[in-house]
């Protein structure tokens, strides 16, 4: 009980305060002179670079495992991830310029609507039912969220504004779900890849991609960050502070997934993206009507019903792994109390006691199990 509250109080503190510093150093002024913070390249290389550390200590020391050994081929491949992660996070940092920081959270729990989009269009791929529920319930919840608000301003220029900040949020989901694709498939592909090393590999990445662009002579971007930092000190404390508790947050979810499983974590965060909303509507001051609660609630409800699916067909899964092992080990019993003459009877013949079929499915079910673990680790890559 004790290991489920430091792990829930971790990630609850963590991303709270992350959610705060974002919100403070992307949105409000500094100075008398009230100065925005809108260095974003800058800002996520500091996030990058911390969460390599972090995650390097991590690996090493917490879970003590060894690094990569890294092929020409392997940075090929999280350099191409880190590249798609490092342009879609611009387009969620711009989406603040139209819409406020608990629109744009709410947005972002719709991570599931642009994927689909996609694999449906380009892909002709089919999804149960309850997956094109979801999508409805979100994608109502976020319009009616939008339309009452819009509706209590009167302000048809507010509403384009809004409407623009939801499309750039759009374009960065589009892009996560790229990278979501990407590592699924370097996850599939490569098996001694795990969500630690993603975690440190991708962020060493970013942080390479993203120097490269800041030190380019013709980009000034840099220069002008270290001289608002340094006439504004507070912000260089705010900026410390993000960077630090996400990436310890990233940490925390790995410890409680590795601790407590999938839908714990899954809960866990869920949850927390709420109490982002309620942190950043009462200390910062974003009215909310009650029919933009009622709206949020469909959000999240869409959200808990595809978790709960979700979940439900992993229990499948490890119910028919348990009920084909269990038939194997029952065969290859039956053999081995066979006499040696019926066992040379039946030499050769090892399909009579664990038939081709049945091996394989035992082979592809834990191939996918063991997928899917290692997959859910990416979770921390993107918790945020």
Same mark, same amino acid.
């Given at each position: ?10 990630? $609850? ?38 969460? +390599? ?65 996609? !694999?449906?269009?380009? $892909? ?14 979100? #994608? ?8 009452? *608000?819009?509706?209590? *301003?009167? +302000?048809?220029?507010? %509403?384009? !504004? ?60 840099? @220069? +002008? ?30 410890? #409680? ?6 839908? %714990?974590?899954?809960?866990? %965060? ?5 109490? #982002?909303?309620?942190? +950043?509507?009462? $200390? ?23 978790? $709960?699916? *979700? ?13 084909? #092992? ?6 290859? *019993? ?13 030499? @050769? ?9 049945? @091996? ?25």
């Amino acid at each position: 009980m004790l290991d489920f509250l430091i792990c829930v109080g971790g990630i $609850y503190t963590c991303f709270l305060t992350w959610s705060a510093m974002q919100e403070r150093v992307t949105t409000q002024t500094y100075g008398a002179d009230a100065q925005k913070f809108q260095y974003t390249i800058v800002l996520n290389l500091i996030q990058a670079m911390t969460g +390599s550390l972090v995650g390097f200590i991590y690996l090493r020391v917490v879970q003590r495992k060894a690094m990569l050994d890294m092929s020409r081929r392997r940075w090929l491949r999280f350099f191409q991830v880190a590249f798609m992660a490092s342009v879609a996070s611009p387009f969620g940092y711009m989406a603040l310029r139209y819409i406020n920081y608990p629109t744009m959270t709410l947005a972002k729990t719709c991570k599931l609507v642009p994927v689909m989009m996609m !694999n449906v269009v380009l $892909y002709k791929r089919k999804y149960p039912a309850h997956k094109y529920a979801v999508v409805a319930m979100i #994608t109502m919840g976020v319009s009616a969220f939008m339309l009452f *608000k819009s509706s209590s *301003k009167g +302000s048809a220029k507010a %509403t384009e !504004n809004s409407l623009y900040g939801l499309f750039l949020v759009f374009i960065n989901l589009a892009i996560d779900g790229l990278v979501n694709s990407t590592q699924d498939h370097i996850f599939a592909d490569d098996k001694e890849v795990t969500g630690q090393h993603m975690m440190c590999l991708m962020n060493l990445c970013c942080s390479i991609l993203m120097a490269l662009w800041l030190m380019n002579p013709f980009n000034p971007e840099l @220069g +002008s960050a270290v001289a608002f930092l340094q006439q504004h000190p507070r912000a260089t404390v705010d900026i410390g502070m993000f960077a630090v508790c996400g990436a310890l947050g990233q940490c925390f979810i790995f410890y #409680t997934l590795a601790k407590f499983g999938s839908l %714990t974590l899954v809960t866990v %965060t869920v949850t927390r993206k709420f109490l #982002t909303i309620l942190f +950043s509507v009462f $200390y910062y001051g974003h009215p909310l009507n009650g029919w933009q609660w009622a709206a949020a609630g469909i959000v999240f409800a869409g959200i808990t019903l595809d978790v $709960y699916k *979700k979940q439900a067909g992993r229990k499948a899964q490890r119910q028919v792994l348990v009920e084909v #092992t269990s038939d194997e080990k029952a065969k290859v *019993k039956a053999e081995d109390e066979l006499s040696d003459d019926e066992k040379l009877a039946v030499d @050769g013949q090892a399909s009579l006691f664990v038939p081709p079929p049945l @091996g394989s499915k035992v082979e592809g079910i834990e191939q996918q199990i063991g997928d899917l673990r290692r997959r859910q680790q990416a979770v921390s890559v993107a918790a945020a």
